[in-house]
C-alpha cells in the first residue's frame, strides 16, 4: 500500500496516464479501426513497461520536468572543516553538481556546506526524498537548503541580496512528529510553484514569470526547528511597495494555511515559538534593532 497522502497518489496515476498517452509505440495499432475512431488502450499491459520512481528509484525511465531545477544543499557539524562532502544520502546515486561561483563562494563558512544533488523532475524529486535523513532524525545544527539551481543559499548572492525570508521557529518536543511532513509540504509547495499568488492566479502578464521564491530551508537547532521560505524581493515600506507587499504577504498565509496547516488566525504561544513572520535581509542583519517584521 502506498503511504502518500491521496492527492499525490492521484498525481501519480494522471502522471502515468500522460507518459502512456505521450508513447504511441505501446497503443493498439488495430487494422479494423475505422478513420477516426480513437483506439483501445491496454492500460495494463503498457503500466508493465513503465518505471517510474515508485516502482524503481534509480533505473526509471519516466520523467515530469519541474517549473525550475532545484540542488539540495546541507551541512551540519559533522561537515565542518571536511574537504570531502559528507550528505545524508543513502542509495540513490549522485550526479556531480558543478560549483556556483559568486560572492558567497569565497566565504568561509561556505566551505562547510556540501551540495548534494541537483534535480529537474517529478520522478527525481521522489529519489532523492525517499533516501535522504528526515529533519526529525537530522543532529543539531543542521540545516538542508533546497534551493533553485545555480542559486547560493546566501544572503549575498545575486538573486537573494534584494530579498527576505519568511520564517518560523517550533519548539522541538512538541513538533517533533510533525516536523518532517512540514519540511515535505514546504519543499512541494517550493518545486510545484504554489507559494506565489503571481503564478497560481493567473496574475502574472509576461510569457515567462518569475517566481519570487529562491528556496527553502529545515534547521535543526537544540530546542527548536525552523523553517524559512526565502524570496528574492522584500517590500522597502515606501507606498511604491503595496503591491510587492501584498504579494510577500500572500506568500506568508499559503506558507502558514496551506503548507502548515495553521488557521490564518492562530497565534502560537509558549516559548521558542515564534508566528509566521518576515524579516529582510538587510533588516535581519541589523539583530532585531530598528527591523522591520511582517507577521501573518
Given at each position: 500500500?502506498?503511504?502518500?497522502?491521496?492527492?499525490?497518489?492521484?498525481?501519480n496515476k494522471v502522471a502515468?496516464?500522460?507518459?502512456?498517452?505521450?508513447?504511441?509505440?505501446?497503443?493498439s495499432n488495430d487494422s479494423d479501426t475505422?478513420?477516426?475512431?480513437?483506439?483501445?488502450v491496454d492500460m495494463q499491459a503498457q503500466a508493465e513497461g513503465i518505471r517510474t520512481v515508485f516502482s524503481h528509484p534509480t533505473n526509471f525511465n519516466v520523467k515530469h520536468p519541474l517549473y525550475s531545477s532545484w540542488t539540495l544543499w546541507f551541512d551540519s557539524p559533522a561537515t565542518k572543516g571536511r574537504n570531502l562532502p559528507q550528505t545524508p544520502i543513502s542509495s540513490f546515486p549522485q550526479t556531480p553538481v558543478p560549483q556556483t561561483p559568486g560572492p558567497a563562494a569565497a566565504m568561509g563558512w561556505m566551505e562547510d556546506i556540501k551540495k548534494v544533488i541537483s534535480f529537474e523532475s517529478v520522478e527525481e524529486f521522489w529519489g532523492l526524498y525517499n533516501h535522504?535523513?528526515?529533519?526529525?532524525?537530522?543532529?543539531?545544527?543542521?540545516?538542508?537548503?533546497?534551493f533553485k539551481e545555480g542559486i547560493i543559499p546566501a544572503?549575498?548572492?545575486?538573486a537573494n541580496k534584494l530579498g527576505g525570508k519568511w520564517s518560523i521557529q517550533l519548539p522541538k518536543e512538541k513538533n517533533r512528529s510533525q516536523v518532517d511532513k512540514m519540511w515535505l509540504y514546504t519543499m512541494l509547495a517550493a518545486i510545484g510553484e504554489t507559494f506565489d499568488p503571481h503564478l497560481t492566479n493567473g496574475e502574472a502578464s509576461e510569457p515567462n514569470p518569475q517566481s519570487l521564491i529562491t528556496g527553502v530551508i529545515v534547521s535543526t537547532r537544540p530546542q527548536f526547528y525552523r523553517l524559512s521560505i526565502w524570496?528574492?524581493?522584500?517590500?522597502s515600506g515606501v507606498p511604491e511597495d503595496d503591491q510587492l507587499r501584498e504579494r510577500i504577504e500572500a506568500v506568508g498565509r499559503h506558507f502558514k494555511t496551506s503548507v502548515l496547516g495553521y488557521p490564518e488566525s492562530h497565534k502560537l504561544s509558549g516559548p521558542l515559538a515564534t508566528e509566521v513572520e518576515f524579516l529582510s535581509h538587510k533588516d535581519s542583519e541589523k539583530k532585531g534593532k530598528a527591523a522591520k517584521k511582517l507577521i501573518v
Open positions: 500500500m502506498s503511504t502518500l497522502p491521496a492527492s499525490f497518489q492521484h498525481a502515468l496516464s500522460a507518459a502512456l498517452a505521450e508513447n504511441p509505440d505501446n497503443v475505422e478513420p477516426g475512431e480513437i483506439q483501445e535522504i535523513v528526515p529533519p526529525s532524525q537530522l543532529p543539531q545544527k543542521a540545516n538542508y537548503y533546497l544572503w549575498e548572492d545575486e524570496t528574492r524581493l522584500a517590500p
